[in-house]
């Protein structure tokens, strides 16, 4: 049985209370490994770590913490395989995708703040003949990021690179879902050199090593990613003591598809927006409105594809979808294949759970569901339900697509499917979401900020914008 330890000052430790978490393979539903189940002892011991390591990491160049980075992208880059492996057998998601996607973008967030902190610049304001202001700009100090089970190695680096980049301290915490890749990182640290106390890595569940970190007045700023509810949670214990937040959260998008659309690659891509990561990434696109005189045509094609979508072992490579995260999560989303019937959708393809033969039998499998005939406003269609569970909905005008996109309190992102470039300006503009895709989905630029409105978030990651929020601006003004 592996046993993962914390990562505190340079080196693995066991949690001070001894306790460890077991953690499930959700492809075979088998305990594989113990977890620490940290408490304020140990978040303690890595806030001291990291304070006692900012003073010289600050202090480096931009150049040389970047190379730390770039040096950690390629041990990422190097151990592709194993890290790839590790993360499907944590969180059930097929192997294929962990390769191609999860992995490599783990590599690719550090290599890009590793340089692009070398091109950050400030400001400068010149008052012609009176003054010249100018713009420096600090890293926070101690920050805590805090990251979900979904994209867990992806998500993990996307807070922390910023962080180290712009010359903090990192107090960090993965899922407890899906720890394995970031105690896998945690080694490639030490192969990289990196400084004692400049990264470390508590794992352990929310409630309790989490909330300690959120509540330890030494770190400075919060950056999370996960549910709406936890960010509420942590919003309030934040605000009182004035740090800077960052949330990601929850989304429900839309894609908007209009009758002139390239049919095609609108219903393929339609479909891995749907359906990828099982369902499970905040930007899925679960309401599927559809102008009314493509909607027969476009239901054919896209129940055609469903149904062939393979649901199988994660680590064959033939499987297109794998399992969901945990069982726990398995039964929130039955439960709203259960709601969505109450509600009066009907049923076109899936809702039920698949058990396979073999390794897998005990796996926490599910059948891609789509249903149609729900109204926009009902609980279906305004909930997140992040798992492979999708609903069809016809629209007649623009408006209406525009009224039944923007009825949810989530507003992280959406997708517009037109040939018409007019419309689909004047649409992307009017969408209620912080990212829209137009003839395309999950298409990122990294310099790009992502982030949502609405109860989906605060705040911006990515680019310029993840350094400006691990930094303090200072104005020092001159008088000529
Ligand atoms: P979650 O909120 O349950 O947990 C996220 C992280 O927060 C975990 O590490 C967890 O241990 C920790 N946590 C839980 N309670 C805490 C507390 N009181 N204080 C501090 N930390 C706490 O979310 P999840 O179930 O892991 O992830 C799924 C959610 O994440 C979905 O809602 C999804 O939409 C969202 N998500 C959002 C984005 C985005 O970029 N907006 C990306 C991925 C996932």
Redesign the pocket.
Known sequence: MLHLQNYINGTFLAPVSGAYLPNINPATGEVYSQIPDSDERDVQAAVEAAQAAFPAWSAFSAEKRGRFLIKLSELIDQNLERLAKAETTDNGKPLSLSRTVDIPRASSNLYFFGTGVQHFASEAHSMEGVAVNYTVRKPLGVVAC??????PLY?FTWKIAPALAAGNCVVA?????TPYTAHLLAELCVEAGLPAGVLNIVH????K???A??EHPEVKA?S????????K??AR?AAPMFKKLS?????KNATVIFADCDFEKTVSTALQAAFANQG????CGSRILVERPLYDRFKAAFLERVKNLTVGDPMEEGSRMGAL?SEV?LQKVQNYIALAQEEGGTLLTGGERVYMKGRCANGYFLQPTVFEGLPHTCRTNTE?I?GPVVTLMPFDTEEEALTYANYTQYG?AASVWTQDLTRAHRVAHQLQSGIVWVNTWLLRDLRTP???TKQ??VGR?GGWEALRFFTDPQNVCIKL
């Open positions: 805090i990251s979900p089970w979904n994209l998500l915490k993965p899922s407890e879902i352990g569940t929310g409630p090593a989490g909330a970190m959120c919060i999370f990613t996960g549910g709406t509810q936890t960010g949670t942590i214990t949330l990601e959260l929850g989304g499970q990434i905040c930007l995260v999560h997140e992040f992280l992502f982030g949502g989906s978030g990651e």
